[in-house]
């Protein structure tokens, strides 16, 4: 009930190509669907977040596309950069009252070939 | 501002050693969280705080505890050390307000237990 699935553990794309790395979860009461992005030796540093009264969140590049029936949802990356290469983590949680928690994806690494 | 910091960066300790890691922040934030990352795991959460003088255990919490006894400060103890608890530790904040649920990370803890 608890978990989200992250997919594929690893992505390899072209410069300029449409990096897509999708997530899907069970519970019903999550309210609140991150993402993450790291750069190696650093913290994870939010991306872009969505609630599911929305079904799609862009901000430049990337966007958030959420499938409230499918109980999934998914980064795409556009125009993709070697910069961007990085691992990505969903995520999600319940409420906003203070004592709501994060749930992690497993991550998604994502390296982008000039 | 430095946001937040984490001390030490690297350490290295012996089975049943004990050690400190410290999280300070200087946002003003309420909540406090400590997770640990382990290859293709994600993050996990161990123990998080609410508030001042208020702790509570997250996924992993066995074989750590946390004291919150300063509002900027956060600790993490393991008492005991084991080879299992080596990981990446990082530490994250994130304000009280309601319907703001993004969480600062600081750079990260790597401890090897031998």
């Known amino acids: 009930q608890q978990q989200v699935k992250q997919s594929p553990q690893s992505l390899i794309v072209q410069k300029g190509g449409i990096s897509i790395i999708n997530c899907a979860y069970e519970?019903?009461?999550?309210?609140?669907f991150p993402w993450y992005q790291q750069f190696p030796g650093k913290g994870p540093a939010l991306l872009i977040a969505i609630r599911p009264d929305v079904s799609e969140k862009k901000e430049g590049r990337f966007t958030i596309s959420f499938n409230k029936s499918a109980k999934q949802f998914s980064l795409h990356i556009m125009d993709s950069q070697p910069g961007d290469s990085a691992t990505y983590f969903c995520a999600a949680s319940i409420g906003q009252g203070g004592s709501e928690k994060l749930v992690f994806g497993k991550g998604t690494k994502l390296t982008v070939n000039p | 501002n430095a946001g937040v910091t984490q001390t030490p960066k690297f350490r290295v300790l012996k089975t049943g050693q004990s050690m400190t890691l410290l999280c300070a922040q200087d946002m003003n934030h309420e909540y406090m969280y400590w997770y640990r990352q382990d290859p293709g795991m994600g993050l996990r959460l161990i123990h998080y705080s609410v508030g001042e003088g208020t702790t509570a255990k997250g996924e992993v919490p066995d074989g750590y505890n946390v004291s919150r006894l300063k509002k900027q400060n956060f600790l993490l103890g393991l008492e005991s050390a084991a080879p299992s608890q080596t990981s990446v530790y990082f530490c994250?904040?994130?304000?009280?307000?309601?319907?703001?649920?993004?969480?600062?990370f600081g750079p990260g803890t790597r401890l090897t237990v031998l």
């Open positions: 519970n019903t009461a999550f309210d609140y």
């Open positions: 994250a904040s994130r304000p009280g307000l309601a319907g703001n649920n993004e969480q600062f």
